[in-house]
């Protein structure tokens, strides 16, 4: 089972490059999740889609957009990136969504921004 | 102040020793308790849920909530190497579905 694959596994930009991770699931899931990692953090939560056709801002969701493309691909886009944007970046998936059930997450996209 | 405090770590027990991992929080609204466990380069997975207070047992796996301390915690007995990972705890109230987290205890086994 795939679960949730998340691409580019890692990335490196420049100041003011753009670039968009890609997260795909295969478990029907109608929520689909972005958090940010960092040291010292925890998990912050991005944006997340409760349903395809919805998107909402999660915790920190100043320089990202996000995209539900259909059920399955929920996709994060920073249009000029910053080095504060350096994290590891989760995409997860849940059937019920914040409320109830579990969350499945991807290996993580590591971006660096210089 | 973060709404919820777990000591990073790195936590080192010898294998076969009983571990406590704990976190405390602030808000006494929260109803839902979890545990995840990362792994060097992976995701988290979920590892135990526990809803309001009282004990939930899992095999080796204890997860213990107290909210009149405003505090949880996740007890593994007969460590092994393979439990060697970040425990990080997540909370959330009823009313507002976003999840809470800590910012995780790394955990190392020695054999």
């Known amino acids: 089972n795939a679960g949730v694959t998340q691409t580019p596994k890692f990335q490196v930009l420049k100041t003011g490059q753009s670039m968009t991770l890609q997260c795909a699931q295969d478990?029907?899931?109608?929520?689909m999740y972005w958090y940010r990692q960092d040291p010292g953090m925890g998990l912050r939560l991005i944006y997340y889609?409760?349903?395809?056709?919805?998107?909402d801002k999660g915790e920190v969701p100043n320089g990202y957009n996000v995209s539900r493309l259909n059920k399955r691909e929920f996709s994060l886009r920073l249009e000029s990136a910053a080095p504060s944007q350096t994290s590891v970046y989760f995409c997860?998936?849940?059937?019920?969504?914040?409320?109830?059930?579990?969350?499945?997450f991807g290996e993580g996209s590591r971006l660096t921004v210089l | 102040q973060k709404e919820v405090e777990q000591d990073p770590g790195p936590l080192s027990v010898p294998e076969g020793a009983i571990v406590s991992l704990n976190c405390t929080y602030s808000?006494?609204?929260?109803?839902?308790f979890m545990w995840y466990r990362q792994y060097s380069r992976k995701g988290p997975e979920l590892l135990m849920y526990?809803?309001s207070s009282g004990n939930k047992e899992d095999g080796r796996f204890t997860a213990q909530v107290d909210k009149s301390s405003k505090y949880i915690s996740l007890f593994i007995r007969d460590s092994q190497p393979s439990d060697s990972a970040t425990y990080l705890c997540?909370?959330?109230?009823?009313?507002?579905?976003?999840?809470?987290w800590g910012a995780g205890t790394k955990l190392i086994i020695k054999p």
């Open positions: 478990m029907n899931h109608n929520s």
């Open positions: 997860a998936s849940s059937e019920g969504g914040l409320a109830g059930g579990e969350l499945f």
């Open positions: 997540a909370m959330r109230r009823n009313s507002n579905y976003q999840l809470i």
């Open positions: 889609s409760a349903s395809e056709g919805t998107t």
């Open positions: 808000n006494s609204a929260f109803q839902y």
């Open positions: 526990t809803y």
